[in-house]
């Protein structure tokens, strides 16, 4: 207990401002990376909590500052919002076990529901997460490596990125209708799908752009004075 409270201290106060919510780079799905449960079960990553939109949290269990930050923000971010995503952490790091991810679950208490895994392939693992812009490096007592969240679909398309370790309410529920909405493509799904790309973007502003200046232009024509011819003037 007295870890994670000095924990839940450091929590707040480094945790920045807010995560950023960024679009996915690629059209990458989840892989068929296999891994191993806290009670040495098991499972292929795309088999854990089908059927509804994931949040990954990549880790590894003896971090002692992004990992556990992130997930204390992400616990206490979901619980407060209800939104409802699944939540599968995945330790990099081949030296974890699974008594490493329990202790991990216990001295942070996360949530039941949550899956706690370990890669059995740290060369897959890294592929994996390479594809997804995680990149890691190993250094001296653990990794280097970025704060990012993965978001799934629920047939596990990614369909965004969180970066940093506070998460915004309405951050949280765009990303779990982005997610949602990739599985089931209404017009206004596609729409919310499309806006978050930089493409997507670059329109946007080219658009507005073009209005502006039309609109300037328009304004300019109506302020023109107009000439009429005097009726008084006489025709020589």
Same mark, same amino acid.
């Given at each position: 207990?007295?870890?994670?409270?000095?924990? *839940?201290?450091?929590?707040?106060?480094?945790?920045?401002?807010?995560?950023?919510?960024?679009?996915?780079?690629?059209?990458?799905?989840?892989?068929? !990376?296999? &891994? !191993?449960?806290?009670?040495?079960?098991?499972?292929?990553?795309?088999?854990?909590?089908?059927?509804?939109?994931?949040?990954?949290? =990549?880790?590894?269990?003896?971090?002692?500052?992004?990992? =556990? !930050?992130?997930?204390?923000?992400?616990?206490?971010?979901?619980?407060?919002?209800? *939104?409802?995503?699944?939540?599968?952490? !995945?330790?990099?790091?081949?030296?974890?076990?699974?008594?490493?991810?329990? /202790?991990?679950?216990?001295?942070?208490?996360?949530?039941?529901?949550?899956?706690? &895994? %370990?890669?059995?392939?740290?060369?897959?693992?890294?592929?994996?997460?390479?594809?997804?812009?995680?990149?890691?490096?190993?250094?001296?007592?653990?990794?280097?490596?970025?704060?990012?969240?993965?978001?799934?679909?629920?047939?596990?398309?990614?369909?965004?990125?969180?970066?940093?370790?506070?998460?915004?309410?309405?951050?949280? %529920?765009? @990303?779990? %209708?982005?997610?949602?909405?990739?599985?089931?493509?209404?017009?206004?799904?596609?729409?919310?799908?499309?806006? &978050?790309?930089?493409?997507?973007?670059? @329109?946007?502003?080219?658009?507005?752009?073009?209005?502006?200046?039309?609109?300037? /232009?328009?304004?300019?024509?109506?302020? %023109?004075?107009?000439?009429?011819?005097?009726?008084? @003037?006489? *025709?020589?």
């Amino acid at each position: 207990m007295q870890a994670r409270a000095v924990l *839940v201290l450091w929590l707040a106060a480094a945790a920045p401002a807010s995560a950023v919510f960024l679009p996915p780079e690629t059209s990458t799905q989840l892989s068929r !990376l296999v &891994v !191993l449960d806290d009670r040495d079960q098991a499972h292929e990553l795309p088999g854990l909590a089908p059927g509804t939109p994931r949040l990954l949290v =990549p880790i590894f269990t003896r971090c002692g500052s992004t990992c =556990p !930050l992130t997930s204390l923000a992400l616990k206490d971010a979901l619980a407060k919002t209800g *939104v409802g995503f699944r939540v599968v952490v !995945l330790s990099f790091d081949p030296e974890d076990s699974a008594s490493a991810l329990k /202790g991990f679950r216990t001295r942070l208490a996360l949530p039941a529901d949550w899956i706690l &895994v %370990r890669a059995t392939d740290a060369a897959k693992a890294r592929a994996f997460l390479d594809e997804i812009g995680f990149r890691l490096r190993k250094a001296e007592g653990g990794f280097d490596h970025p704060n990012q969240t993965f978001v799934f679909s629920p047939e596990g398309v990614w369909t965004g990125t969180f970066a940093g370790s506070a998460f915004r309410d309405d951050e949280l %529920r765009a @990303a779990w %209708r982005r997610a949602q909405s990739s599985s089931h493509p209404t017009a206004l799904g596609r729409v919310e799908a499309w806006v &978050v790309r930089p493409e997507a973007w670059i @329109a946007i502003a080219c658009a507005g752009l073009g209005l502006t200046l039309g609109a300037i /232009g328009f304004a300019a024509r109506r302020s %023109r004075p107009t000439t009429s011819p005097d009726p008084d @003037a006489k *025709v020589r």
